[in-house]
């Protein structure tokens, strides 16, 4: 029996786990962005403003960004398949109480208790991702499992406007709870114990130490304003293709079906890029994405060019995950290799803080200025991811 013979088990395990993770990412990207469908309704129902509905985004984001690194550090020496599991329940619950809620205030403290639970599975999931490869395919391993994420964004924002248009916000909620328990059944049986087994669990002492490493924080502050900028004008997407572009309710859920689709592109595009020289990547990446956000606020009034834009858009707002992701293991790797794990939870984080910013901003500039300055304000926010890039850049060189 030759050596490939041995190893087709493992490799065929290691798909099958794969798959587990990138069908739980699928539920959770799921629930992160079919808010950004729902979020009229939610406002209808509670007699709220849009930029009050669109806590839902920014507190859901802040849950992840707070939460996650939190609960990932504490459970730092629990075994890693408990914790993995115990969040999936978790999510399961966050998602029945939302869809229960009587009051908005309710409605929060459900996506609150999900938005835990995404920052710890993400963290852990990542990093499982990235054991199961060699190193030079760790950015197409976490291109795999983000790329169930990827998939939702798709289908996630526009089926939950065209759902919560037939049988109201709370049903698909409801839904997600399913997915939710399919995902916990999936993980059960296709992760192994030992692969998610820390070898030295990090003390906090060198938690500590991740957390204060210049270079950790440079491409953390990367990922929160390069991907968080997006959120400027996407969580108003709704309402910028309807009040601004003029086009009806009924086809807002085919055009964000498009957008998500171009999103999962761009997403496979990225983790490949990211295997080879990933912060040359990061930085054509948002350079890109700053011109098209910036060309979005002179094209948004016009139809034809506007869905071009918003089509492009998609496809680079996802591109950089991966990499981001990838190279912040790779820095944990090699400066805190105990605390890998709390490094992906840290850029889980910056990702959904940069959601929580990019959004927030954008309620900002749409109550102050109108919604059809948003775009340009998201380009000045990646703008300044560009710079940070380029100052990672210059310290990658002299080291």
């Known amino acids: 029996m030759n050596g490939n013979e041995h190893s087709a088990p493992k490799s065929n395990g290691n798909k099958f786990a794969l798959f587990a993770l990138a069908a739980t990412f699928f539920g959770v990207g799921v629930t992160e962005f079919i808010s950004v469908g729902v979020l009229p309704a939610v406002a209808n129902e509670f007699h709220i403003s849009t930029s009050t509905a669109g806590l839902i985004v920014s507190m859901y984001a802040i849950g992840v960004a707070v939460g996650g690194p939190i609960l990932t550090s504490l459970t730092a020496k629990v075994p890693r398949k408990k914790v993995l599991l115990s969040v999936i329940v978790l999510f399961i619950i966050g998602h029945i109480i939302t869809a229960i809620a009587p009051t908005f205030s309710i409605v929060l403290t459900g996506r609150i208790l999900s938005a835990f639970a995404h920052g710890v599975f993400f963290a852990i999931g990542s990093t499982v991702a990235a054991s199961l490869v060699p190193k030079n395919r760790q950015a197409s391993a976490i291109a795999f499992v983000f790329g169930g994420f990827t998939v939702a964004t798709a289908i996630g924002a526009p089926l939950g406007t065209y759902i919560s248009d037939i049988f109201g916000w709370r049903f698909p909620f409801y839904g997600i709870a399913f997915i939710g328990l399919i995902a916990l059944i999936l993980n059960a049986i296709a992760i192994q114990s030992h692969q998610l087994k820390t070898e030295i669990p990090p003390s906090y002492k060198d938690q500590l130490k991740l957390a204060g490493n210049g270079r950790i924080l440079l491409i953390l502050a990367v990922t929160i304003l390069g991907y968080g900028g997006t959120f400027v004008t996407f969580t108003y997407l709704s309402p910028i293709l309807q009040d601004i572009m003029g086009i ?26 990211g295997d080879r020289k990933p912060l040359k990547a990061l930085l054509s990446m948002f350079s890109v994405q700053a011109v098209i956000l910036l ?10 060019v506007g869905l071009i834009t918003v089509a492009a858009m998609g496809l680079l707002a996802f591109m950089s995950v991966p990499v981001l992701q990838s190279y912040v293991l790779n820095l944990a790797q090699r400066y805190v290799p105990s605390a890998v794990d709390v490094a992906s939870s840290l850029n889980i984080a910056s990702f959904n803080g940069g959601i929580a910013l990019g959004s927030y901003v954008g309620g900002i500039t749409a109550d102050i200025m109108g919604l059809q300055h948003t775009p340009w304000v998201a380009a000045v926010m990646v703008f300044l991811g560009v710079l940070l890039t380029v100052v990672t850049i210059r310290l990658e060189k002299k080291k």
């Open 248 to 273: 009806g309710a009924e086809k807002v859920s085919v055009i964000l079906f498009v957008y998500g689709i171009a999103i999962a592109i761009g997403n496979t595009i990225g983790g490949r890029f």
């Open 295 to 304: 060309i979005f606020t002179f094209t948004a009034p016009y139809k034809a």
